[in-house]
C-alpha cells in the first residue's frame, strides 16, 4: 500500500523549491540543463537530481506533446522511457512494482506492438501507462497481467483506454 502523504511528496516538491532558490530563478521553466550541471555542487545531494529530473521532464513534455502532434510513436516510445528512468532514479517516485510492470511491457517491446510505459501520478505505487497498438491492446493487457503476476504474485488491474481530449467544454 502506498501513499502520497507520508512525507515523500512534500519532500520532493521542497527539494524542487530549494532548487530554484540556490539557482535564482523564478520558475523551472527558466532553468536548462547546463544551469543545472554548472550548479551540481551547489544544488548538493538529492536536490541535484532532482532539478535534472524537473528540467529534463520540462523538455521530454514538449518533445512528446510535439511527436503526438506528428503521429510520430518512433519519438515518443524512447521520451516514455526516459520519463519513466528519470522518474525512478533522479525524483525517486517510483517502486518497485511500478518498475517491474514498465519492464514487463519493454521486454514485450515495439515489435510486440508496445509503444512505450512509464508510472503515471504522483507516484509511491498506482500506476503506470503503456502505450500499444490498438489492435494488440488486449493481446498486451493479457501478457502484462499474466507476467506481473508471474513476477509480483499480484493481479493487476488493467484497462484499455483511448486517448481523448480530456476536460473541455462541448457545444
Known sequence: HHELSDG???ARRKHTEDGLAILGKASWRDVTAADVQSNWE???EPVNRRSRHVVGEISRTIAAASALARNDFETL???MAASHDSLRDDFEVSCKELDIMV???RKIGRNGGVIGARMTGG???GSTVTLCESGKAS???ET???EYEKATGIK???FASRPSLGAHLVD
Do not use: D, K, R
Open 8 to 10: 515523500g511528496y512534500a
Open 42 to 44: 551547489a544544488l548538493g
Open 77 to 79: 516510445g524512447p521520451l
Open 103 to 105: 519492464e514487463i511491457a
Open 123 to 125: 507516484g509511491f505505487g
Open 139 to 141: 493481446e498486451i493487457a
Open 144 to 146: 502484462l497481467a499474466t
Open 156 to 158: 493487476p488491474q488493467i
